[in-house]
């Protein structure tokens, strides 16, 4: 999937804020040739933190999990 301003969004799924415990949207990301986890609760806002810096390696173990359930 391709977003404006040449982010990539490598996976889409859930996470909890850590303010409210409510259950969000959470995304990982490929921008500025990094892998970034990404989540945004409509009442705290953004939080976005590096996973890695090498965006093909992370791809692959992403996909490696993916496919075994993990």
């Known amino acids: 999937m391709q977003s404006e301003n040449n982010i990539r ?27 970034y986890y990404s989540k945004h609760c409509p009442e705290h806002g953004s939080e976005e933190f590096l996973i890695s810096s090498d965006p093909e390696h992370y791809a692959e173990l992403l996909s490696y ?3 075994f359930g993990l």
């Not at 889409?12 to 415990?21: D, E, G, H, Y």
């Not at 409510?22 to 921008?31: A, F, P, V």
Request: charged share 30%.
């Open 65 to 67: 999990y993916s496919a």
């Open 9 to 35: 969004i490598l996976k889409q799924t859930k996470s909890i804020c850590p303010k409210c415990f409510r259950e969000i949207d959470s995304e990982y990301l490929i921008k500025a040739g990094k892998v």
